[in-house]
């Protein structure tokens, strides 16, 4: 990302809002989160999937919008504020999930192979 994709994300809230639903749509569909789909009505998960963007929308704004997010950066490079967390991967699933939102953004012609 260059400084002119982060000025847009800081100075555009449709960017931001836009990229909070396709960091929805990455991090949370398809993922192990679908295998509780089953338990819960179209509704439920239509609910929860409203409440994910509005996070991501909320935290995109906090990270790229407020003078806290350098705070933020700061503490994290000192510290591991989620230590008791288990550390995050990639797996070759999450790999192979990417390769497909890539593809779909080749194929709307949004991205280039390079």
Known sequence: MNPDHVAELKNNEITR???????AQFCFRNTKLEDFHNRFSDDDMKELMIDCVDHCYLFLSILFTT??????????????RLSDWKEPEISDEVVESA????????????????
Do not use: P, T
């Open 17 to 23: 809002k836009r990229l909070a639903k396709w960091m």
């Open 67 to 80: 003078e806290n997010s350098n705070k933020i950066i700061d503490i994290l490079a000192q510290e591991d």
């Open 99 to 114: 390769k497909k939102a890539l593809a779909l953004l080749e194929q709307a012609g949004v991205v280039g192979r390079q």
